[in-house]
């Protein structure tokens, strides 16, 4: 086998780890993983560093084009392998962290699928990461249970659970705490290779298989990456290949142009691609910065019907009809609220019209951020799709030029929409940096991509020193003034005093201004954020 030949260097772990987590990090997985960092880290890197040149592409105020060199690719009459019996019907998928009580809450919520979250919605401590693997495998041997002795609740699951996927973290992520000849692993290569490990005999004596999401991916190289991962781990742990399914994440500005491709990359193993609405916002407004003119309104005046996102989404329903795949939709924001039956009614329904666009577009299923939203999509699915899946509608009278994916939004940049990006982006690295990757802020799901575009949006407003609605220009001075009382205001509703010692804003406040002032714009909020996490 390919493996036998690999020198299996040291694997140390960084000072800082304690707990060693014998049962997770045994040496036959150590093993399996620091293989897949040798053959695969410097690839990831490689993958890495194209990205940047593009982005100087980029810079230069290039857009991006349907690729040449793959024309054959998308003009040619081919279809993905097939997709599993428990994955063909995916009308309502949950997410969230792999935190435990979660995962039993999301495996039980009703849901058709859950997607076990190591990224977006995970602060990737070690423990987060650690326990979340030993959740995962507990969950996949339906042992996972919890006591909360304070609230005088037990939790296991029932007869009947959600479908499980598997999201690892992007990338670009490090896994700081170990190391291969003094070199950080990567994270999604630590995340999938544990839980291959750990699972795979399990799965597929439960007659299902290990299901992956993919996040971020910027270009068909990447997916062909992930595909030569998932073959040399099939070979390593003797099983067929095409047993591992992907889902990819349609949620950078690149992808969309070269949807044909990267399901051609993977065509064995994937199963469905989905909108990641709130990381394609970030991506569209990040690769696009430097561009004169460029300006993006008020996060909250961007949603599904901007004729930019409603175009990459019919585009993606076509694509994925047309190659025999499902196509998942996005999550909307609003979660339920509590002890307001009226605003909360008010909330649901805004999900209600969200999963009843995406269900009427063609789309195959779509996400829920909470239990309580699973019925509300589920019945809007099942009202318009009776069928498992709408692999039949192709969608073919929708016509989506290269123009219309990146069409800049209309609307306007106010006062009101720069104080809710610093508050909200404080607020959210607060929870961060004590290990919360996804947190209710007014009535609303935040995560690290719901965040991504907040800060993102300042650094550009700034860059470009855009005209408010009121006529005043946005520039160093007026962000001061505005960050400043917007630090008074958590500082005097948390109190100084708590908030030295029982919280990490000091650290949240002085990381979230330098990521929107800097010159120099951080690829992700996340990658300076760790060192502290
Ligand atoms: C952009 C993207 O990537 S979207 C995908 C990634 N993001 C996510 O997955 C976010 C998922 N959602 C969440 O993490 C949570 O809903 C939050 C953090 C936003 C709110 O969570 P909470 O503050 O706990 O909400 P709330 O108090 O209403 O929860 C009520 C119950 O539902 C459970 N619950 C809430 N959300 C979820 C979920 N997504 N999965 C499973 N259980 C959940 C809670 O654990 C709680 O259980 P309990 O009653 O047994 O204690
Ligand atoms: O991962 C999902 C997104 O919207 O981002
Ligand atoms: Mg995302």
């Known amino acids: 086998m390919e493996t036998t030949s690999l020198k299996i260097a040291d694997l140390n772990f960084s000072k800082e780890v304690t707990n060693y987590y014998p049962e997770i990090l045994t040496d036959e997985a150590l093993d399996f993983i620091v293989a897949l960092h040798e053959k695969f880290n410097a690839q990831r890197l490689s993958l890495l560093e194209k990205r940047k040149e593009l982005q100087k592409y980029f810079d230069k105020g290039n857009l991006p084009e349907f690729p040449s060199e793959t024309k054959t690719i998308r003009e040619g009459d081919w279809k993905a392998g097939e997709i599993p019996e428990d994955l063909q019907d995916r009308r309502v998928e949950i997410t969230g962290p792999v935190d435990r009580k979660m995962i039993i809450n999301a495996l039980n919520s009703g849901a058709r ?8 919605s995970t602060a990737p401590s070690w423990k987060n990461v650690m326990e979340g693997q030993r959740n995962l495998i507990d969950a996949n041997k339906k042992t996972i249970s919890l006591t909360d002795a304070k609230r005088g609740k037990s939790y296991q699951l029932n007869e009947e659970t959600a479908v499980l996927l598997v999201r690892p973290r992007g990338l670009h992520l490090n896994e700081k705490h170990l190391l291969v000849d003094d070199q950080q692993m990567s994270g999604s290569l630590v995340d999938f290779g ?40 099939q070979d390593y742990l003797e099983i067929p290949k095409g047993t591992f399914k992907a889902t990819v994440l349609v949620e950078t500005i690149t992808a969309s142009f070269q949807l044909d491709e990267i399901i051609y990359e993977l065509k064995d193993h994937i199963v469905g691609l989905n909108c990641g609405r709130w990381d394609y916002i970030f991506s569209y407004i990040k690769k696009f910065r430097n561009h004169k003119d460029f300006v993006v309104p008020n996060r909250d005046q961007v949603t599904m019907t901007s004729p930019f996102m409603d175009a990459y989404s019919k585009l993606v329903i076509q694509h994925c009809h047309k190659r025999g795949i499902l196509a998942i939709g996005g999550m909307a924001a609003q979660i339920p609220i509590k002890n307001n039956d009226r605003a909360n009614a008010a909330a649901i ?3 209600r019209k969200d999963k009843e666009r995406e269900v ?40 989506i030029t290269e123009k219309d994916l990146v069409e800049i939004p209309k609307g306007t940049v106010t006062e009101a929409g720069i104080r809710k990006n610093i508050n909200v982006g404080i607020l959210y690295m607060e929870a961060w940096l004590r290990g919360y990757g996804a947190v209710a802020l007014y009535n609303l799901m935040e995560d690290a991509a719901t ?39 958590i500082l005097t509703e948390y109190g100084e005093s708590n908030i030295k010692k029982n919280t990490r804003f000091e650290l949240a406040f002085k990381l979230f201004d330098k990521l929107a002032i800097s010159e120099r714009f951080e690829e992700f909020l996340t ?5 502290y996490l």
């Open 360 to 399: 009427m577009n063609g789309h195959d299923g779509t996400w829920v951020a909470h239990p309580a939203l699973v019925e509300v999509a589920m019945t809007e699915f099942n009202k318009h799709m009776p069928q498992a899946n709408q692999l039949d509608v192709s969608r073919d009278d929708v016509q």
């Open 527 to 531: 990658l300076p954020a760790y060192k």
């Open 451 to 489: 965040a991504e575009i907040s800060r993102t949006q300042l650094w550009q407003w700034l860059k470009n020193e855009v005209v408010l609605e009121d006529g005043r220009k946005f520039n160093m001075e007026l962000y001061i003034d505005i960050f400043d009382d917007e630090v008074e205001k």
């Open 113 to 120: 699928t859950f997607m076990a979250d190591l990224e977006d």
């Open 194 to 233: 544990l839980y291959v490990f750990h699972n795979t005999k399990t799965m597929l004596e439960n007659n299902t298989a290990p299901y992956f999401y993919l996040p971020k991916l910027e270009h068909y190289l990447e997916a062909r990456w992930w595909n030569e991962v998932f073959n040399f781990a």
């Open 349 to 351: 329904e805004k999900v």
